[in-house]
């Protein structure tokens, strides 16, 4: 079992910065894939980027590449997201997602779906 906590979100003007982070319960949180996600209203849930259990690689969606770092501290058992260069529309609720190693192909990690644990959301909103 594993327990996310999302922290680091809030209001910031368009240009600015923040870092999300996502702490993890649970002595296994090296074996899991980790990746954001978010939900803005009125849309579907989305990946934004994700990192493999060894932090060996990282997949960004084409809306957020060269703005956001994923990356991870597996011995603080946490997830951070950095995110530079906001826009408006990068406003959501971001979620952390975990994701025990499966049989498949690597597209499956792109697909919420597949993800075992989630954080409970944490609101991010970026002004004009």
């Known amino acids: 079992q594993v327990q996310l906590v999302e922290s680091g979100g809030g209001l910031v003007q368009a240009g600015g910065s923040l870092r999300l982070s996502c702490a993890a319960s649970g002595r296994t949180f090296s074996n899991y894939r980790m990746s954001w996600f978010r939900q803005a209203s009125g849309k579907d849930r989305e990946l934004v980027a994700t990192?493999?259990?060894?932090?060996?690689?990282?997949y960004y969606a084409n809306s957020v590449k060269g703005r956001f770092t994923i990356s991870r501290d597996n011995a603080k058992n946490t997830v951070y997201l950095q995110m530079n260069s906001l826009k408006p529309e990068d406003t959501a609720v971001y979620y952390c997602?975990?994701?025990?190693?499966?049989?498949?192909?690597?597209?499956?990690?792109?697909?919420?779906?597949?993800?075992?644990?989630w954080g409970q959301g944490t609101q991010v909103t970026v002004s004009s």
């Open positions: 990192i493999s259990a060894s932090a060996g690689g990282t």
């Open positions: 997602a975990a994701r025990a190693p499966k049989p498949g192909p690597s597209t499956l990690v792109l697909n919420q779906g597949s993800y075992d644990y």
